[in-house]
């Protein structure tokens, strides 16, 4: 039996969901294959007979019952990767860094980039160095994203790069450690190690606490996993370490995974059971990072359903209130109840400083109940900006894709926030090439393109994933060429919407938030408006309007004013009037 194997079955077989004990238990298991006189994995026959013989002994000096109870009530904290206690056949320094340089790569979603952040403000605690310099490396981490098959595919071609860099590598140095982090940790699970041997780690979404240990492992020539996914793992009490720092925005995590199920669609199994972080840990760290030197502007709140929000950590709001949805929405689980929502959440957010721009992303359109919509229109700082993604215009696609709307209650959801939420700018998702769409279902997603006019989109061809669904029950029947050729037709039709809904902005005052050098030119600046949409301008000086007299100019992190005078379907131009403030900003539209 492989180690991992060995890990997994123990865990299916007790059942158990919470990580701390699991993983503990998962370190006993490991240790009955580092006392095996190789360093490299024996046969399959081997383990299970070793594992056999001495599983009464490892019993005896194993953890007893009170240990499992003492870890399943101990709070959040103790499960920190400050370990404080560790099992017996690792020492204590074996689990720090050593100064040990990782690099860290990420790929996919921005949820990717903070967990990459929160991976890597578990090692540094541990006594780690971070590189930026490939060469310099002593571990290297991938970050990954299993959505689409081409996503993988890269990670593959990326992970045969670096086996030429761990072959090249002079025995002088430490032996170089490669570590696969994420959803395709997740997804692959054992297949990764078997497939590529140079993989040293394997840390799912919900393992990162792990990494220590799991680096301390490798260290002694073995592969190390732990793909165990979590009810209750926020991360809550992790301080992500922004990896830059003079950037004007910030990521803050609220919640994690989901519960939708979407047929086409490998998250829930990626990345589990949908949980939110507590209220009062986010709003933490939103003040800390708000406080922080040197930031802050935009803060965005990020989960894979970021308005599905429910904090259940405080008894006293636990209460029998049933979940408000948007009108013609259903959920595919069980109604939930009680908990913090996430217009109190926006509301408590928005009132921390009210200079910054809040934003949140992705939201699903089944959580947009009028107390949402309504904060977001009286909220100066919270941004006028829904994306809200609909992935076909088609009611029997939807059916099929088990979304819980018809294309009427999507379009309905559409009207009522652009009449609650005057100058909302919208933007989508959609899959062309969906199991069993035909001809007219396409054409009802170029016509729910062309009636709703997005402001951005992103577009992708349906690339069937297995373990979901669809995989199991419907037929990935549209040939690759003309899923290709609908996706052409989705974004030409996306452009040409996109122009328009963007060229009513020319001759509007916009309040832009500067971002810095415009990368095409050097005497641009470049910024975004409210509705995230990018505005180039001339860099120019500008009277200050809470300086009367001063001439200033445009620095990253300011908000000023900008009269739009051309559009397009990505970017907005226009020239500079005055420097401003949120608050006492003037914007006409
Ligand atoms: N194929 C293509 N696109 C997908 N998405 C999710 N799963 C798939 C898949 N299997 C898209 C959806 C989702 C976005 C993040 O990725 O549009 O909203
Ligand atoms: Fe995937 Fe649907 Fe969940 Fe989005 S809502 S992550 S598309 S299952």
Not at 345 to 356: A, I, K
Not at 474 to 496: H, N, S
Not at 572 to 587: M, N, P, Y
Request: net charge neutral.
């Amino acid at each position: 039996m492989h180690p991992l194997q060995c890990v997994l079955q123990v865990q299916r077989s007790l059942g158990w969901g919470p990580l701390a004990s699991v993983s503990w238990l998962s370190l006993r298991m490991c240790r009955a294959h580092s006392s095996l006189s190789s360093t490299t994995c024996p046969s399959p026959e081997r383990q299970e007979d070793g594992a056999r013989k001495d599983f009464s002994s490892r019993l005896a000096t194993g953890p007893t019952f009170q240990h499992f109870l003492k870890s399943a009530s101990a709070p959040q904290e103790k499960l920190s990767s400050e370990v404080e206690d560790p099992p017996p056949y690792l020492m204590m320094d074996e689990l720090l860094g050593r100064e040990r340089k990782v690099y860290l790569e990420t790929y996919g979603c921005q949820m990717n980039v903070n967990d990459t952040e929160i991976a890597w403000s578990i090692l540094q605690k541990s006594g780690y160095l971070r590189t930026s310099n490939l060469q310099e490396a002593d571990v290297i981490l991938l970050v990954t994203c299993s959505i689409r098959e081409k996503a993988e595919q890269t990670i593959w071609n990326r992970l045969h790069q670096l086996k030429a860099l761990k072959t090249r590598r002079p025995r002088s140095r430490v032996p170089l450690r490669i570590g696969i982090l994420g959803c395709m940790a997740e997804r692959l699970k054992e297949e990764i190690l078997n497939r590529e041997k140079m993989v040293d780690v394997l840390a799912g979404p919900d393992a990162y606490r792990d990494l220590p240990r799991l680096l301390a492992v490798a260290e002694s020539g073995q592969q190390a996993a732990n793909v165990l996914l979590s009810l209750d793992e926020t991360y809550a009490d992790v301080m992500p370490v922004q990896t830059s720092p003079s950037a004007t925005s910030a990521f803050v995590s609220i919640m994690r995974g989901c519960d939708n199920m979407c047929s086409y669609c490998i998250v829930p199994f990626t990345r589990g059971r949908e949980r939110s972080r507590p209220v009062a840990s986010i709003l933490e760290e939103v003040k800390k990072l708000s406080d922080s030197p040197g930031f802050l502007a935009v803060m965005t709140l990020l989960g894979q359903n970021v308005n599905s929000f429910r904090d259940n950590s405080e008894v006293q709001f636990n209460n029998a209130v049933s979940t408000n949805l948007s009108r013609g929405f259903a959920t595919n689980y069980k109604a939930k109840q009680g908990g913090l929502r996430f217009a109190h959440l926006l509301d408590q957010v928005s009132r921390v400083d009210p200079e910054m721009r809040i934003r949140f992303t992705s939201p699903h359109p089944k959580d947009f109940p009028d107390e949402v919509l309504q904060l977001i229109h009286e909220r100066d700082n919270i941004c006028k900006q829904i994306h809200l993604p609909a992935q076909s215009g088609s009611s029997r696609v939807l059916e099929a894709m088990r979304r819980g709307y018809s294309r009427e209650a999507y379009v309905e959801l559409v009207h009522h926030i652009k009449e609650s939420i005057p100058g909302v700018s919208l933007s989508s998702d959609f899959i062309a090439g969906f199991c069993g769409e035909t001809e007219e279902d396409h054409v009802q997603t170029v016509s729910l393109l062309r009636e709703v006019q997005y402001n951005m989109g992103f577009l992708f061809a349906y690339s069937m994933r297995q373990k979901t669904r669809a995989y199991h029950r419907l037929k990935d029947d549209v040939p690759e060429e003309v899923k290709l050729r609908r996706l052409e037709e989705l974004i030409t039709v996306f452009r040409e919407e996109a122009t328009k809904a963007n060229q009513m902005s020319v001759g509007c005052t916009q309040l832009v938030l500067v971002e810095g050098l415009s990368k095409r030119s050097a005497t641009d600046l470049c910024g975004r408006n409210d509705g995230n949409l990018k505005v180039i301008f001339p860099d120019a000086d500008m009277e200050d309007v809470n300086n009367p007299g001063l001439r200033v100019r445009a620095q990253p992190g300011d908000y000023v004013l900008v009269k739009i005078t051309s559009a397009s379907s990505q970017t907005l131009r226009g020239h500079v009037l005055c420097r401003t403030t949120l608050k006492d900003s003037s914007a006409n539209c």
